[in-house]
């Protein structure tokens, strides 16, 4: 049965890297793309961003210029990065296997995603 | 968040709640499905619903979910105590840089 287990630093300090990695076990990386959700009580769940087994990545743009992914496909491990930490990065951090399908919309072709698999959530604290 | 819900909602044991998603013309409007996520305390989030109306593998048919126009529900029949959580909607949005949305969550609480 496919999982993912994720691990990382808890406790941060303002102006630290945030650095956590999640393993695929049971499955591959190849042929999805791997997402970072965070979770916060005032936000709710806000999407970091995506990669793939191949490294090309999607990102929210509000926290982009702060975040890296990376992927290592002989660990089947993606990675996240997240510099210059505050305490508005305080977050349960989770991450989670995309799916992708195409539909028929009237004489539009939509595209959906949704995240059919979850890390067991990381938390992190940002506090000096 | 992009993706409206109600904060909470609240039922006893073997009622039906509905759980409300409203979007706009960008998201729900613009024929983009969603999606339900629910999570318990302590466990992962787990998909409850996606594309609108159909259930993954093991997901009880308790749970459905339907869409019309800019608002989407998720419906929980025979509540049971171990519903007790919280429940996200999701979807996609073509105006935003950030296109992958969620709803702001829903507390539901079994009486």
């Known amino acids: 049965q496919e999982q993912l287990q994720q691990w990382g630093a808890g406790l941060l300090k303002p102006s630290e890297t945030l650095s956590l990695t999640c393993a695929v076990h049971g499955g591959s990386l190849k042929d999805y793309y791997w997402s970072w959700i965070r979770q916060t009580p005032d936000k709710g769940l806000e999407w970091i961003g995506e990669?793939?087994?191949?490294?090309?990545?999607k990102n929210n743009p509000s926290l982009k210029s702060r975040v890296t992914m990376s992927v290592d496909t002989s660990k089947n491990h993606v990675s996240l990065r997240l510099t210059a930490v505050t305490a508005a990065d305080t977050a349960v951090y989770f991450c989670?296997?995309?799916?992708?399908?195409?539909?028929?919309?009237?004489?539009?072709?939509?595209?959906?995603?949704?995240?059919?698999?979850w890390g067991q959530g990381t938390p992190v604290t940002v506090a000096s | 968040s992009v993706l409206t819900q109600p904060p909470s909602v609240s039922g006893a044991p073997g009622q039906r709640v509905t759980i409300s998603c409203t979007g706009n013309?960008?998201?729900?409007?613009?024929?983009?499905?969603v999606h339900w996520y629910q999570h318990l305390p302590g466990t992962a989030p787990k998909l409850l619903i996606y594309g609108n109306d159909k259930w993954p593998s093991a997901v009880p048919n308790r749970f459905s979910g339907s869409k019309s126009g800019t608002s989407a529900s998720l419906a929980i029949t025979g509540l049971q105590a171990e519903d007790e959580g919280d429940y996200y909607c999701?979807?996609?949005?073509?105006?935003?840089?950030?296109?992958?949305?969620f709803g702001g969550g829903t507390k539901l609480t079994v009486l």
């Open positions: 013309s960008s998201n729900l409007g613009a024929g983009y499905d």
């Open positions: 999701q979807s996609y949005d073509n105006s935003l840089g950030v296109s992958r949305i």
């Open positions: 990669i793939n087994h191949s490294g090309s990545t």
């Open positions: 989670a296997r995309v799916l992708t399908y195409d539909y028929e919309w009237g004489s539009y072709i939509r595209t959906t995603f949704f995240f059919d698999l």
